[in-house]
């Protein structure tokens, strides 16, 4: 439950309503994490409650509706020491659509798979370009730059696995398009796609007659 973690993390700080944990979440992480939807921050919150990791409080407030003050419960303290201090261990394996698109390119044969990597590897030199801007705006703000820092690594570490894609697959992407046949015309219909005109339907000669 990495979220809900984050959560606690950021309530070891001080006790803080659900729109200044959002702000604070959104600040401290940066842009490469993306911004945290406030609905899904409630439905976190409320599961922090339940597990008393957090206790809720309401707060009176002349102009607007009271709000909710959310504090982090020494449960909650040792919650957190313990997830903070243990290392990740990667569970769910590797998934990124470019291996699925690695995979119908191949299919497709030498030329599509020389398109997709062409393709892709552009798309990471942008990628590359806009993380750099990011970093040199966020050069003041260690754990920000630190994850556009993983950012760039991790697109450095793409384009040399596009390297290696094309050195290993183009042989057996070349041998899979020479397998593909190509599609027959339609039948009935001749190699110019016209009827016979006793109206015995024409056949083209090739690789898919019966005789030559």
Known sequence: MPLHHAV????TQRPSHGYELKAQFEETIGPQWGGLNIGHL?????RLVRDGYVTRSQVAQTDRPDKNLYTLTPAGRAE?????TTAWVRTGGFRDEVFLKLLGAVA???EALVTLIEAQRQTYLSELAGLAQQRRAHAGEPLVALLIDAAVAHTKADLGL???AERHLSPLAAARGARTPRQPPAPGRGQDGVAGADGDHARERGPWSDSA
Request: net charge negative; proline share 0%; hydrophobic share 60%.
């Open 80 to 84: 957190m020491d313990s997830w903070a």
């Open 108 to 110: 497709l044969g030498a």
């Open 8 to 11: 606690l993390a950021l309530l």
């Open 42 to 46: 409630y439905q976190i919150l409320e």
């Open 162 to 164: 596009l390297d290696s």
